[in-house]
C-alpha cells in the first residue's frame, strides 16, 4: 500500500518555465515532507521540506506547497534549468525531520535547453 | 549541509558471502541513521533504523538475521548482509540527520 504517491512518472519542460511536481499521500498521520533529487547511482540530495503547520515554504527557486485537506504537496521550480534535470521523490516523516521517512516513487524531469 | 559517506561504492560478490556497507557522518555526530534499499525504478525502502549504542529497529519483512546493523560510534554505522544471494542485489543507501535527513552517496551490491 502506497502512503506517498507519485503518480506522474516523468515531465517534460522547456528551460525557463516552470516545473511542478506533484505528491499525494494517505497517512493523515504525516507531518512533515521533504522533496529530494536523485541522480543515477548516487544517494538522494535535500531540496527543501515543510511541516504540517505551514501551507508554503520558498527556498530560491523552490517552493513547496502543502494541502492538508487534499493530502496533498507539490514542488514549482521557476526558472526550470537544464541541470534540474533528475529524478525528484516526495517523502514524508510522522515524527518531525528526525523520524524515518517514506518515499514516493519519484518523477523524473527533464529541462529541455 | 552536512556529509554522509559510504564504502564501499560498489561490491560485487559471490553468493553465499557476506558483505560490509559502511556508512559514516564525516562533520557530525548522529545517534540515529537510517539503511534504506532501493531495487531498480523503485522507490526506497527503509529496512531499518540504527541508534548509537543499541540494537537497531527492522522494518517488517526485513530479516535482522540476514541484515547485521552495528552503531559502534556516534559516526559510524555498518550494514552486514550475511550469506548474500543474488536477489539480494540492490542499491543500498544510508542516512543520518542533522536538522534534516542527509543520504549518503549508496553502495551498489551484485551478488553472481
Known amino acids: 500500500d502506497q502512503q506517498v504517491k507519485q503518480n506522474s512518472p516523468s515531465l517534460s519542460v522547456q528551460e525557463g518555465r516552470i516545473s511542478i511536481l506533484n505528491c499525494d499521500y494517505t497517512?493523515?498521520?504525516?507531518?512533515?515532507f521533504l522533496w529530494y533529487k536523485k541522480y543515477p547511482a548516487e544517494g538522494p540530495t535535500f531540496l527543501i521540506s515543510i511541516s504540517s503547520i505551514k501551507d508554503k515554504n520558498e527556498d530560491g527557486r523552490f517552493t513547496v506547497f502543502l494541502n492538508k485537506s487534499a493530502k496533498h504537496l507539490s514542488l514549482h521550480i521557476v526558472p526550470s534549468q537544464p541541470g534540474d534535470s533528475a529524478v525528484y521523490f516526495c517523502?514524508?516523516?510522522?515524527?518531525?525531520?528526525?523520524?524515518?521517512?517514506?518515499f514516493g516513487k519519484g518523477i523524473t524531469l527533464s529541462v529541455r535547453p | 549541509g552536512a556529509v554522509v559517506s559510504q564504502h564501499p561504492s560498489r561490491v560485487i560478490c559471490k553468493s553465499g558471502t557476506s558483505v560490509k556497507i559502511e556508512c559514516r557522518s564525516l562533520?557530525?555526530?548522529?545517534?540515529?541513521m537510517f539503511w534504506y534499499r532501493q531495487f531498480p525504478k523503485q522507490s526506497l525502502m527503509l529496512m531499518a533504523t540504527?541508534?548509537?549504542?543499541?540494537?537497531?529497529?527492522?522494518e517488517q519483512g526485513v530479516e535482522k538475521d540476514k541484515f547485521l546493523i552495528n552503531h559502534a560510534s556516534l559516526t559510524l554505522s555498518t550494514l552486514t548482509v550475511t550469506s548474500a544471494h543474488p536477489e539480494d542485489s540492490s542499491f543500498y543507501i544510508c542516512?543520518?540527520?542533522?536538522?534534516?535527513?542527509?543520504f549518503g552517496p549508496g553502495t551498489r551490491l551484485t551478488v553472481l
Open positions: 562533520d557530525f555526530q548522529a545517534t540515529t
Open positions: 517523502a514524508a516523516s510522522a515524527n518531525g525531520a528526525n523520524s524515518k521517512l517514506t
Open positions: 542516512s543520518a540527520i542533522y536538522n534534516e535527513q542527509f
Open positions: 497517512n493523515s498521520m504525516f507531518d512533515y
Open positions: 540504527s541508534n548509537e549504542g543499541s540494537k537497531a529497529t527492522y
